[in-house]
């Protein structure tokens, strides 16, 4: 997959381009099935498909900052590159884009840097200042420009619409398993494991404590997955304040199952599949242990329902 960071005047397209538009956080369902519909129409239409999305995501320009994001950039890139994406144009968003007007847009970046000849987008997409812009008025535009968009209907699952939003909370109140028909597969973060204070360790259950760079993590403890050097390993995981211990400050603790190795300094990623309970506090050590042990326990019956696939 091609990544391509404007503005550049060297990596325009040569030829008339398909362009999906989208911020893709989590690119879930919903954003998978844009790109699956972007494929298809490029190919019937021998258009180049790309992708243009924005760094960093507009909420965090036009809303404060307030926004938390599922997804790292890279964590965002590589899910489009594994769905399918072939060339991805990253549009800087500041001040400057988001003051240009609708028209103003799909004529300077759409069609004078992209050679957009169609444009498939979400049917909630807005765009323009003050997001002045909606799928009507793009279709307005595209009719005057000489263009095809396609708006994608949103989807439903279970009766919850899938979209970023809807995803967000889910994670936030723990509903990992739900969050995971959104996105079609489990929750995922990445980062570093750090030296901890051995808490886990002195309880006789050594934990990897992560430093991550995503937004959003789930409070409580859960059964996770957790990927080491491209091998998957079945794992606990507990994120809070360790109140037990009177610890200020968020950690993400994972006790990974039948583990021996020393990961200091790795990279490692965690899948979240199902909460098992929300963070306690305990009136000894020794309650927590046997808490502990019952987690595990949990966590082994989980898995011996939902064995692991093989690592490739």
């Not at 599922?70 to 991805?88: A, M, Y």
């Not at 609708?102 to 997409?125: K, M, S, T």
């Not at 799928?135 to 000489?146: G, H, I, Q, V």
């Not at 396609?150 to 889910?170: H, T």
């Amino acid at each position: 997959m091609k990544i391509i960071r404007l503005p550049s005047d060297r990596t325009l397209p040569a030829g008339p381009t398909a362009v999906a538009i989208g911020n893709f956080d989590g690119m879930h369902l919903g954003h998978q099935l844009i790109l699956s519909f972007l494929a298809h129409q490029a190919s019937g239409d021998t258009l180049t498909p790309v992708i243009l999305t924005f760094s960093p995501h507009p909420g965090k320009v036009t809303g404060g900052g307030r926004i938390r994001l599922l997804q790292t950039e890279e964590q965002k890139l590589d899910k489009i590159d594994r769905f399918g994406g072939e060339t991805v144009y990253i549009l800087p968003f500041d001040q400057n884009l988001a003051q240009l007007s609708a028209e103003d847009f799909v004529r300077d970046i759409l069609i004078e840097r992209l050679n957009c000849h169609v444009i498939v987008v979400g049917e909630d997409f807005r765009f323009g200042r003050d997001r002045e812009g909606d799928t009507a008025r793009l279709c307005e535009l595209a009719r005057r420009y000489s263009l095809t968009v396609y708006p994608i209907p949103s989807l439903q699952k279970e009766g919850v619409p899938v979209s970023s939003s809807a995803i967000r909370d889910l994670i936030r109140n723990g509903e990992v398993a739900r969050a995971a028909l959104l996105l079609g597969e489990a929750y995922e973060i990445r980062g570093r494991v750090v030296p901890g204070q051995t808490v886990g360790r002195g309880l006789g259950f050594p934990t990897a404590n992560l430093e991550t760079g995503n937004e959003i993590v789930p409070a409580g403890v859960f059964v996770t997955t957790a990927e080491v050097s491209g091998s998957i390993h079945a794992s606990v995981t507990n994120i809070g304040t360790r109140p037990t211990f009177s610890r200020a400050g968020t950690r993400i603790e994972t006790h990974i199952l039948d583990f021996t190795q020393d990961i200091y300094g790795e990279d490692i990623s965690l899948r979240f599949l199902r909460k098992i309970r929300d963070e306690l506090r305990f009136e000894s050590s020794d309650d927590l242990r046997e808490q502990i042990r019952k987690d595990l326990r949990t966590t082994r019956r989980y898995f011996a329902l939902h064995p692991l696939t093989p690592s490739p």
